[in-house]
Structures are given as structure tokens and as C-alpha cells.
């Protein structure tokens, strides 16, 4: 093959070098005829070799197909640029088209080893238009292409399972008698919460009353109690009688201005002492009822807001309902003031985070004899033991310090005077930020830091009275 491609090459080359000296388009047209038919035998002779080549069985085997593609070049045309030198004139009537002739290649194609056939392809038709002098023409011969070998050696089986048809389920039959008897409806709870005032189901609004339970006065409400009960005014002399008759003993009446019109009368009994005996609850041992004559009105200390604060855990619902409901039943047309917090928190009651719980009380005395510091003390307006063997005083402030009530108001004034629990050699009080703030539930921070010099103030009152 070689060979035969190396004469083609020489063939070519001579025809280029012709055409490049400027010989007429007769003589190359005479050179390219020439040229064409050696190719034309070239061609014969190979398919003849092939012909005469025999096909063993080793070169054949059933598992392998060789296929010989046919061979077919393409059309080229070979374009012959035109140069015009001084000495030569090129009429156009001697431009000449030449046509190459067909050349039968003949292929093999061998589709089983025992009968080969031989099969005959046209080859393409190679168009050459002259124009002396000509440019070298590069004819391309695709090269043939061999399939690879196909083998089912390696494909794996493959098993198709076609799913079973479903069996149609039977129909129900319904009879027609039951079948209005059957309810199909939506059906809604009736569960509604209290006051539920939502969406509108149908054409009318559901609009359901709360449920209003009958609270007494002084008991918690929607979770919030109010520390004092607002009644008509009336006498000292008045209030004591009725606070005797439900079974109350007076510790004392105090006057906390010059003129007298603002009165705390202090009082306790048998299970208010009971609750308060105990370490660090004596400050629950009394209540108070505070006749403003300002106002025209009296304040009475809610015994279930006060022991609820001051008695932390040891709180008794039952016995603190039980002298509410005593005072209430003396001191009719009472109704709860607006001072209110949450009845669960009172136990953990802060003003604000940093300040003092109930339990941060201030020591403002120690020793042994405390109690007889008090003997003939004109600032001391009365003394309580408990059961525990503690004493619970009440001490006067300041006419400086009471100052005070003015700056927040004198309605809850029923705080004063000032409780001081003596108790295992040191006197205490609670300390006055939480003190006054939980007697001033509605006390703003403008108000607090109005009185900012306050509960110093009564820590030294308080420290002045066992010198």
C-alpha cells in the first residue's frame, strides 16, 4: 500500500511542477489523462491481490464480524489559478473542463467466514477546471474504519416479573331506608372557654357570658389581691368598739401628724399571734386600720395580702380567710382598693432588680438587753410578745422622716409606725425599700426616687431608739 501511494505522490508532484513552468493546458491536459489511468490500473491491480488473498478459519470465528468500509473520496476540485506572463496571451476559449472517468474500486465485505461476497462501490467523480498556471491539488483519502468486536458473552440475564392485576373490590350495597338514617355531619366540640368571643360558626355569633364567680371582698381576683379595703369614714372610738367586738385586742391608737387627722390604729388577736411566732415572722403579728380624715375615708391592711408577704411559707390560707372574714363582718360597705399585686408573687415580691426581698432585714440593735432599753422610751407606742418569746415594738419616726407621706400620699399610711422584731439578741426591721414599696404596691420610680433619703432614714430612727 505503501508503494502505491509513493507513485501517486510522484505523479502528483511532476504535474505541479509542469504546471508551475507554464506549459499550455494541452500538454498538462495530455500529463493529467496520463496520470488517471495509472491510477485507474494501480486500483485494479490492488483489488485483484485482494481477490487472490484466501480466508482461513482462524481469521473468521463466529463471535467476530470484520467489515472493510468502502473507500469513497470525496469530489475535489481542483482549482487552476490563472497567471498571465508578459510573453504568453491565454484565450478563453482554450480553457477546457476535464472530466475524470469513474473508477470502480472494488470491497470487500465479509459477513460470515464461509461465503464472502464482493461488493462494488462507485467512487466519487473528481472535477479539475484548468487555469494555466495551476496550484498543486491535495487529494484526501478517508481512512477506513474497523468495528470493534461485539460479544454478548458478558450481558447479564435479565428477568422481567410482571405484578399481578388487583381484584376489584365488591361494591357495598346501601339500603335506601338506612341511608337517611345515617348522619354524616361535621360534628364540633362544645367545649367553648369562658368569654370565647371567636369566629362565627353558621349565621349567628357564638358569644358565650364568663363565668362569674362571686368573690368576696379582700379574697384574690384574676389572680391579684389588693393590700388595703376603703370604707366610710368613722370614729376612733368607733373603729375600736368594732374591731372588740369581732375579737380583736387594740395595741394602740397612734396620731402620725400634729393635728390628728391621719390615726393607724394597730390591733391583733390569739391567731394572728400563732401565725407570727415563729423565727423571722413576727413582723405578721399585726394589722392596722388607718382613719384619714382628709380623705373622709379608712383603710384597712388586708390580712390575706399582709400574711401572704410576710409569713413566706408558713402562710395559712384558711386562718387568714377566717380574720378577713371577721373584719368584713364588723366593717360593712368595704370595697378593694386599686393598690393591688399578683397573689402568687407577693412571697418573692422585689421592686425592681437589686432591691431587698423580705427576708434582707436590717439589724439596727444587738445585745441582751434590748427590752430594757425601750422601759419609759416616749418614741415607743407599744410592745407584743409572741409565743416564741420574741417582741414585737412599734416605734414613731422622725417628724423629718414621716415627711414622706406627703411626697406619695398619705392613703396607705396604715404602714406606720414602724415594726421592730426583737428576736435572739438583735433587733430588726425589714428594710424600709421593700417595706415601703410593698405597703405602696402603685408606688412609680419618680415617686421612689422622691423619697431616695427615706430608708436611710428610718434605719437610723430605728438605731436611736435603743441608746
Known amino acids: 500500500m505503501l508503494k502505491y501511494k509513493g507513485i501517486i505522490m510522484k505523479k502528483i508532484l511532476l504535474i505541479n511542477a509542469l504546471l508551475s513552468l507554464g506549459i499550455t493546458s494541452l500538454v498538462a491536459n495530455a500529463t493529467l489523462d496520463e496520470m488517471y489511468k495509472e491510477m485507474r490500473d494501480i486500483a485494479n491491480n490492488q483489488v485483484q491481490e485482494k481477490e487472490s ?40 476559449a482554450e480553457i477546457k473542463k476535464i472530466e475524470v472517468k469513474k473508477v470502480e474500486v472494488k470491497t470487500v465485505n465479509v459477513e460470515k467466514a464461509e461465503s464472502p461476497k464482493v461488493e462494488t462501490k462507485k467512487s466519487a467523480t473528481v472535477r479539475v477546471e484548468s487555469k494555466i498556471p495551476v496550484v498543486p491539488a491535495v487529494i484526501t483519502i478517508p481512512k477506513p474504519v474497523v468495528l470493534k468486536e ?15 392485576i388487583p381484584k376489584v373490590p365488591k361494591v357495598i350495597g346501601v339500603d335506601s331506608k ?5 348522619d354524616r355531619s361535621i360534628k364540633f366540640s362544645k367545649r367553648i372557654p369562658p368569654g370565647y368571643t371567636g369566629p362565627r360558626f353558621g349565621k349567628k355569633d357564638i358569644v358565650v357570658k364568663p363565668v362569674v364567680k362571686e368573690v368576696k371582698i379582700g379574697e384574690v381576683n384574676a389572680g391579684k389581691i389588693s393590700a388595703y379595703l376603703r370604707g366610710e369614714i368613722l370614729e376612733v372610738g368607733e373603729v375600736e368598739k368594732r374591731l372588740k367586738d369581732a375579737g380583736f385586742s387594740i395595741l394602740g391608737s397612734v396620731k402620725l401628724d400634729k393635728k390628728g387627722k391621719l390615726v393607724s390604729v394597730v390591733f391583733t388577736n390569739k391567731e394572728l399571734i400563732a401565725m407570727a411566732s415563729k423565727p423571722n415572722r413576727g413582723f405578721a403579728s399585726t394589722l392596722r386600720i388607718l382613719i384619714n380624715q382628709k380623705e373622709k ?14 409569713l413566706q411559707d408558713d402562710f395559712d390560707k384558711e386562718m387568714a380567710t377566717k380574720i378577713l372574714t371577721a373584719i368584713t363582718s364588723k366593717f360593712d360597705k368595704l ?3 386599686g393598690d393591688q399585686l399578683k397573689f402568687q408573687l407577693l412571697p418573692k415580691y422585689q421592686f425592681m432588680s437589686g432591691l431587698p426581698y423580705y427576708k434582707d432585714s436590717i439589724v439596727v440593735a444587738t445585745g441582751d438587753n434590748l427590752v430594757e432599753k425601750l422601759k419609759d422610751n416616749k418614741r415607743v407606742f407599744f410592745e407584743q410578745k409572741l409565743d416564741n418569746g420574741s417582741i414585737i415594738v412599734g416605734i414613731a419616726l422622725n417628724k423629718r422622716t414621716n415627711g414622706f407621706l406627703k411626697k406619695i400620699g398619705a392613703k396607705n399610711a396604715a404602714m406606720l409606725p414602724l415594726l421592730v422584731l426583737i428576736e435572739g439578741g438583735k433587733a430588726m426591721i425589714l428594710d424600709p425599700k421593700y417595706y415601703i414599696s410593698i405597703m405602696y404596691p402603685r408606688l412609680t ?10 430608708p436611710d432614714a428610718m434605719v437610723k430612727d430605728s438605731k436611736r431608739v435603743f441608746r
Open 53 to 92: 488473498t484466501p480466508i482461513t478459519k482462524e481469521m473468521a470465528t463466529p463471535s467476530t464480524f470484520l467489515t472493510i468500509e468502502k473507500i469513497e473520496p470525496m469530489p475535489q476540485l481542483v482549482e487552476i489559478k490563472k497567471i498571465e506572463p508578459q510573453q504568453t496571451e491565454i484565450k478563453k
Open 335 to 337: 370595697e378593694n382598693s
Open 150 to 164: 461485539l460479544s454478548t458473552a458478558n450481558v447479564p440475564d435479565v428477568h422481567i416479573s410482571i405484578p399481578a
Open 178 to 182: 338506612m341511608h337517611n338514617a345515617i
Open 297 to 310: 375615708k379608712i383603710s384597712v391592711t388586708n390580712p390575706l395580702y399582709l400574711l401572704k408577704g410576710f
Open 445 to 454: 420610680m419618680s415617686e421612689f426616687m422622691k423619697i431616695a433619703t427615706i
